[in-house]
């Protein structure tokens, strides 16, 4: 049986798997909006992903269905302009080529989820700073370096022996093999 993690512990988890998916795709949401962007306002963005960042996607925003994603599902994110200027975001879900997709509804949210609610629910699962989470203890990595070194140096060391023993025993029961019956005793 799995230990529980901690909290902190699984946050790490989730916004080092899925948290700089997450914000590439509010990035890319936010420049297509935002009439003040200098670059081209994007229509349609496609990501390529395994069935298994699909799942962590998923799982991370609470609406994963566990049933693993079978080839070429895909994970829709559609942005509505309303009539009061406001965006809103729905999430669909296509799994299968002969069926349409279907609702995706985040927790604490409605079908047509105000996009600014979109991103205050999910901000948890971006890193604040992905470097500094990712990082070891300078500790830690002091530590897996000079073990790394110490098993180097044991295994050339042992190889080192294995071949003097090898060489040794060579040289001190190397006989000649007569080659003629004139040179046998």
Same mark, same amino acid.
């Given at each position: 049986?799995?230990?529980?993690?901690?909290?902190?512990?699984?946050?790490?988890?989730? @916004?080092?798997?899925?948290?700089?998916?997450?914000?590439?795709?509010?990035?890319?949401? $936010?420049?297509?909006?935002?009439?003040?962007?200098?670059?081209?306002?994007?229509?349609? &963005?496609?990501?390529?992903?395994?069935? &298994?960042? %699909?799942?962590?996607?998923?799982?991370? #925003?609470? *609406?994963?269905?566990?049933?693993? +994603? +079978?080839?070429?599902?895909?994970?829709?994110?559609?942005?509505?302009?309303?009539?009061?200027?406001?965006? @809103?975001?729905? #999430?669909?879900?296509? $799994?299968?080529?002969?069926?349409?997709?279907? !609702?995706?509804?985040?927790?604490?949210?409605?079908?047509?989820? +105000?996009?600014?609610?979109?991103?205050?629910? @999910?901000?948890?699962? &971006?890193?604040?700073?992905?470097?500094?989470?990712?990082?070891? /203890?300078?500790?830690?990595?002091?530590?897996?370096? &000079? !073990?790394? *070194?110490?098993?180097?140096?044991?295994?050339?060391?042992?190889?080192?022996? %294995?071949?003097?023993?090898?060489?040794? $025993?060579?040289?001190?029961?190397?006989?000649? *093999? +007569?080659? /003629?019956?004139?040179?046998?005793?």
């Amino acid at each position: 049986m799995e230990k529980r993690k901690s909290g902190t512990e699984t946050r790490v988890r989730i @916004t080092s798997k899925i948290g700089i998916l997450l914000n590439q795709i509010l990035q890319n949401i $936010n420049q297509a909006i935002n009439e003040s962007t200098p670059t081209p306002h994007l229509k349609l &963005i496609m990501y390529s992903a395994h069935d &298994i960042t %699909i799942v962590s996607l998923q799982r991370a #925003m609470n *609406v994963y269905g566990s049933i693993i +994603p +079978p080839y070429a599902s895909c994970h829709i994110f559609e942005v509505y302009q309303e009539d009061d200027e406001s965006f @809103t975001l729905d #999430m669909y879900f296509r $799994n299968r080529s002969d069926s349409e997709a279907y !609702l995706l509804t985040l927790p604490s949210c409605t079908k047509h989820c +105000p996009l600014q609610d979109f991103i205050r629910i @999910t901000r948890d699962l &971006i890193s604040d700073n992905r470097d500094e989470e990712c990082k070891l /203890s300078s500790g830690s990595v002091r530590k897996e370096v &000079i !073990l790394g *070194v110490a098993l180097s140096v044991g295994i050339v060391l042992f190889l080192l022996l %294995i071949f003097l023993c090898c060489w040794w $025993n060579h040289k001190t029961h190397h006989h000649r *093999v +007569p080659s /003629s019956s004139d040179e046998m005793p």
